[in-house]
């Protein structure tokens, strides 16, 4: 009894060593980070940066495999599924898309984006009934967001005024961009009208003015060919 009790202390004596070792070893990883100004390294961050990358070279297929990999890494975010979403957009297959629109949205109620784009598949797909529903849920979205823009950062403890004016400004934009696929073209402007009114300075509001005619023209057409 006395000798395995013994070596029960021993062996307590070198699992206290290896937990010092490890957590001495993890402080200095992050000294060396916090000295650098960088982060721990986040194999699941590098494979969501990865897939970001590839989407924007035009990469689909990568897309689909990084995000996995991400995903398996444990990353658990509406970046993952939007960026599978689009990737699956492109490719031609709207179905997944549009359940990876919904998986977004699972995750962040208010996702307005993947609502938005959840539309657009589906007036691809020739579902113009579930596609107004999509663009509907999304103008709904951001405007919970721009009555309350914490909504739309929940992950973070507490907001800017100047972020959180940022924030509302956007919902303002896409909600014109929301009514605008769904054929809403006067509610469109007149939310645009908003927009210029409350913020005249907003970066590219040429262009994103622009955008939204766009896709007005585009919901008439689609309606049009019905």
Known sequence: ??????????????????????????LLT?????????EPHDPGQDALLQARQALANHNYFEVIELTERAMGQGVRDEDVYLLRGHAYMKMGQVQEAVKTFD?????????????????????????????AEAFAAARQAYEKIEADPQKAAWRQPELSEAEADRIRTEAMVNQALAMSLAGDAADAMRQMQKVRDAHPNYPGLDHVAAAVQSATVRSLMMGAEE
């Open 1 to 26: 009894r006395g000798f395995r009790g013994f070596r029960g202390r021993r062996i307590m004596r070198r699992k206290r060593a290896i937990l010092k070792r490890t957590t001495a070893a993890m």
């Open 30 to 38: 992050l000294a060396v980070c916090a000295i650098a100004g960088c």
């Open 103 to 131: 998986d977004a949205v699972k995750f962040d109620p208010l996702c307005g984006e993947a609502l938005l784009y959840k539309g657009i598949a589906l007036s691809d797909a020739g579902e113009p009934e579930q596609a």
